[in-house]
């Protein structure tokens, strides 16, 4: 007899700008890597609650591809507290906002964190560039799923 028990993670975020009107002017969908230290994050979190749950979303302006072994983003430029977290079936949505005047630039890398500052990163990505100009605003909503 032979079983499958292969758990993959898997994750998709949606990028949208919105110019100083709040008008949407740009949206990027993308995968994303869940890195090594991301899935020994959750195994962790199955055995007790010692590892604090992902707490915060970072941008950047790095461009070397994910790879399993980062740590954190090549280039971070801002870093927000998620604005909602919640679990469905088996996905996990985090939802964050980038205020007018909070990462701005060419934006191309984003990251999921456990904390503010030396956190433990869940997920990273590199995508096309996103010109975030002073006034604009981001929001992006990373979904990560376990199948």
């Not at 028990?5 to 919105?18: H, P, Q, S």
């Not at 994303?32 to 007790?48: C, E, P, Q, T, Y």
């Not at 461009?63 to 870093?79: F, M, S, W, Y």
């Not at 904390?115 to 909503?141: E, H, Y």
Request: glycine share 8%; hydrophobic share 45%; proline share 1%.
């Amino acid at each position: 007899m032979s079983f499958n028990n292969e758990v993959k993670l898997t994750g998709m975020l949606t990028i949208n700008r919105f110019d100083s009107t709040g008008a949407l002017v740009e949206t990027i969908e993308h995968e994303n890597l869940v890195v090594s230290n991301g899935k020994k994050f959750i195994a962790s979190r199955m055995k007790d609650t010692t590892s604090a749950v992902m707490s915060h979303m970072s941008v950047g302006t790095g461009t070397t591809a994910a790879n399993v072994a980062d740590l954190g983003l090549q280039t971070e430029i801002a870093i927000v507290a998620l604005s909602s977290t919640t679990a469905t079936d088996n996905t996990v949505t985090y939802t964050a906002t980038f205020p007018a005047g909070t990462g701005t630039g060419a934006l191309t890398e984003a990251g999921i964190f456990n904390a503010a500052s030396a956190g433990t990163i869940l997920c990273r990505t590199v995508f096309p560039a996103i010109n975030k100009q002073a006034a604009d605003s981001i929001s992006i909503t990373w979904v990560v799923t376990i199948s």
